[in-house]
């Protein structure tokens, strides 16, 4: 039974007590690779693909996808090789009591072991198969041997390819892969020789397909032959415009969509959005902040301390210290219940080649401005790099999403639940002001807009937040008590 | 385009090499057919009828009978080169090139680079090749191994009528030593061929003879049928087979390979040859050098096993590489993991 193991219901974080299962990628009997997405598996808070971390059969799924949420550590589905007898896999789902869950928990016998907090995969964390040594008078490689023996393969079925079938490396990494559903490209078009022009068939090829004479290029290949580099370099770029006047007439040709189906992530991702969007009351709250003295400290404050905090991360600690004086924005919406947090779990929305992702810095209020700069740098790297896993982005109190960068002025964001408000951040601009003696001066002012869940915070709660926000961006010296 | 054998594509352009260059003689054992016989010249046919009716056209002077010395025939070859003839000599079964190896790999090969390319050397040697006949270990080798290796020998293998007629004439036209391997269980073989007096194929120029995108299978000769009726075959399941007949191994056509291999990830290489430093075994190794980024599989190359080539029917078949032995070797490559 060593090659029987569960897959139970992961706990991701300490506030995940159930998930469900959106979607399962892999299919009873069938088996699955190491790094394969097994399922999709959506919690209150967030959706994420789960990967297989060994090479195994799915043998028997227990809880198709649903709507139903099941609890951490429930026996979702057994995978083992694919040899192993129905018995045997019916003995080990009756024998299964879930065990004892905890985030940073590792698995060990055949107990569900649930991924640590820092692995998003969630598959169980036990090596594919058991060493074991093996004795046998077949020919093999000695580090053939070493392999199948630390990774427990049967030598038996495997026909070696070496001389008078002695076993190589090769043959069990094969033995160790599991097999591969064929995908191939098929056939291609063939091109006849002409021999009037001397050139390779891929450059033939490649002529053909843009309706390039070969006749009169001079090949720069063996012997003076044409090849796919003389072709290619006539190849006309497809994105350059025709060269037609401005105004003159011209033919309609076929508009034809481009269709990207939703992947799997951005359905629940559309889906969660839409959610929110209908179902939550949003209201906006919308205030400009001069910014000049914060952009002079900025360069002072940087400077002093050794680092490249962006007006952004600035917004970070300000937003942060205003939560924690106003604990009635600083909060999440769970049913029928408000949770207020003491201290400030600020998301902020990064665009990642995954999508819009929103890691969070946790406990802003308490961190050094340094401390914010460095944070934010390494969850953008990670969110760019698309390793953000879900203790990066599991929770907060509040987001701030900002779209200066791109020269926005202002916009309206859509509430990230459960969190209760998000902060939509615009692009600085000079506006001239009327000053205290009735001049006109020129100053800097960004433009602040707040979207917030009427059901927990009111008109005059989320008010009197933007106004400390206002006061702590525009007398930024605050920014340090 | 006229519809014409394998052997009659070779007759017909060394007529008409003949016909056009009064230079060009043919030399060989019993290439007039019957000299000495009751009937006379002609009254039998050489043993391939690679030379029927040149006696004829031509006379004495330009289609000349020698005696059975392979070494001899090479040497006369060698020495009609260096003094501006261009002589095509045949060599009966490829298997006797032993005897005659000094003449063609110390002296042909060689000339042009010892006299500092002060001569040319422009000779080309004709030779039956291949197993398929029950000729035995000593009459159904293939040899291209051994020639392709040595420099100063371009190494020519046609597998088609038309292939036969663009190759020949670039080789008689060629300046240089040039190996010309035609192979037994072809000379049969009909097929559309070119009427254009001057058609040549360059040499270094493989031909496709099937486009696909999964597996590009290299081979030349006799073999090249059986790697179209694989691909054939796996077009059907939607596995397509890029298909290279390399035309001549030496010069090679590594880029036509190479572009193939970059595509499909994958490779057969079928040789006639015994594996050990065969044909199939240089191809492996330069993509192995040159797409190893590319590859998706280990290389394969197909051969006969390292023995001499069996007598026995039913043993030759089992020797020489066969459409399942094709087959099974481009499943094994698709099927890596």
């Known amino acids: 039974m060593a090659n029987i193991k569960p897959f139970c219901m992961p706990k991701w974080g300490i506030e995940m007590t159930e998930g469900t299962i959106a979607e399962w990628m892999v299919k009873e009997g069938e088996a699955f690779a190491k790094g394969q997405l097994l399922c999709l598996i959506e919690t209150d808070k967030i959706t994420n693909e789960v990967e297989a971390e060994y090479d195994a ?47 940073a928990a590792k698995g060990g016998g055949a107990a569900p072991a649930p991924a640590p907090a820092s692995a998003p995969a969630a598959a169980p964390a036990t090596p594919a198969r058991e060493p074991k040594k093996i004795v046998t008078n077949r020919a093999i490689s000695p580090e053939a041997l070493k392999l199948a023996e630390a990774e427990g393969v049967d030598i038996e079925p495997i026909t070696g390819s070496g001389r008078n079938g002695r076993i190589t490396y090769q043959d069990v990494v094969q033995a160790l892969r599991p097999e591969r559903a064929a995908s191939f490209k098929g056939t291609a078009q063939l091109v006849a020789d ?43 770029p497809t994105t350059a415009a025709p060269a037609v006047a401005f105004g003159a007439p011209f033919e ?21 959005l839409t959610e929110a969007k209908q179902t939550i009351p949003h209201f906006y709250l919308r205030v400009s902040a001069s910014v000049d003295a914060l952009m002079d400290l900025r360069k002072t404050a940087n400077l002093v301390l050794g680092t490249k905090a962006s007006i952004n991360d600035y917004i970070v600690k300000a937003v942060a210290l205003a939560l924690v004086r106003h604990p009635d924005v600083n909060v999440q919406v769970h049913g029928d219940a ?11 929305a990064v665009a990642s080649p995954k999508g819009l992702v929103t890691p969070i810095v946790r406990q802003a209020d308490r961190m050094h401005i340094a401390q914010i700069a460095a944070t934010t740098r390494a969850l953008i790297d990670k969110a760019q790099a698309g390793k953000l896993g879900f203790e990066d982005m599991d929770g907060g109190t509040f987001s701030v999403s900002n779209l200066g960068m791109f020269g926005i002025e202002q ?24 000053t205290a003696s009735g001049d006109i001066a020129f100053e800097t002012r960004i433009q602040l807009t707040m979207s917030v869940d009427h059901r927990a915070i009111d008109g005059a709660a989320g008010a009197q937040f933007l106004q400390t926000l206002k006061g702590l961006l525009e007398a930024p010296e605050g920014l340090f008590a | 385009m006229a519809k014409m054998m394998y052997r009659d594509a070779v007759v017909s ?74 002589p095509i000599a045949e060599l009966m079964f490829a298997d006797f090139i032993g005897v005659s190896l000094d003449q063609i790999w110390n002296q042909l090969a060689k000339f042009r680079y010892m006299f500092g390319g002060k001569t040319k050397c422009p000779a080309v040697i004709r030779m039956a090749y291949g197993a398929g006949y029950n000729a035995a270990a000593q009459h159904s080798q293939a040899v291209h191994q051994i020639l392709t290796g040595m ?41 559309e061929v070119s009427d254009d007096p001057d058609y040549m194929i360059p040499f270094g120029h493989a031909r496709l003879s099937r486009a696909g995108q999964d597996v590009t299978i290299v081979s030349t000769g006799l073999l090249l049928g059986f790697c179209e009726a694989v691909a054939d075959k796996l077009a059907a399941e939607g596995i397509g087979c890029d298909v290279i007949d390399l035309r001549t191994t030496s010069p090679l056509d590594e880029e036509t390979i190479l572009d193939s291999v970059e595509v499909t990830g994958r490779l057969i290489v079928v040789d006639e040859a015994p594996p050990r430093c065969s044909l199939g075994a240089d191809i492996c190794a330069l993509v192995a050098e040159k797409a190893f980024a590319s590859l998706k599989a280990p290389p394969l190359s197909v051969n006969p096993p390292h023995t001499p080539v069996p007598f026995a029917r039913e043993l030759e078949t089992a020797y020489l590489p066969s459409v399942d032995k094709i087959e099974a070797a481009v499943r094994k490559v698709l099927s890596y993991r």
Request: aromatic letters at 4%; one cysteine or more.
């Open chain 1, 57 to 103: 059969v799915l043998k028997r799924l227990l809880t198709p996808a649903s709507e139903e949420a099941h609890p951490v550590g429930a026996l979702l589905a057994v995978f083992a090789d694919a040899d192993t007898p129905d018995a045997e896999i019916d003995a080990f789902i009756a024998a299964f009591k879930p065990a004892e869950t905890s985030v």
């Open chain 1, 194 to 236: 002409t021999p009037e022009a001397f050139a390779s068939p891929l450059a033939r090829r490649i002529a053909a397909q843009h309706g390039i004479a070969l006749s009169g290029i001079t090949g720069t290949g063996p012997r003076g032959r044409i090849s796919k580099a003389d072709v290619l370099a006539l190849v006309k």
């Open chain 1, 252 to 272: 309609l040709v076929a508009n034809e969509p481009s269709v990207q189906p939703f992947d799997k992530v951005r359905k629940v991702v559309a889906r969660r």
């Open chain 1, 338 to 348: 408000v949770h207020s947090f003491p201290h400030a779990d600020v998301a902020i």
């Open chain 1, 411 to 434: 916009f309206d964001a859509i509430i990230n639940p459960p969190q209760g408000a998000i902060l939509a951040v615009g692009g600085a601009n000079r506006v001239a002001v009327e």
């Open chain 2, 13 to 86: 352009t060394i007529a008409e090499e003949m016909a056009r260059d009064e230079n060009v003689v043919c030399l060989g054992e019993d290439i007039v057919g019957g000299m000495g016989t009751p009937g006379g010249p002609e009254a039998i046919g050489g043993i391939w009828s690679t030379s029927t009716g040149l006696f004829g056209k031509f006379g004495a002077d330009r289609v000349i009978d020698t005696p059975i010395s392979e070494s001899a025939i090479m040497g006369a070859a060698a020495g009609l080169a260096l003094s501006g003839k261009r």
């Open chain 2, 151 to 191: 420099p100063g020998l371009k190494v020519v293998m046609p597998t088609t009528p038309d292939d036969v007629k663009g190759l020949l004439r670039t080789a008689i036209r060629d300046d240089d030593p040039v190996i010309f391997l035609e192979h037994k269980a072809l000379y049969g073989v009909k097929g």
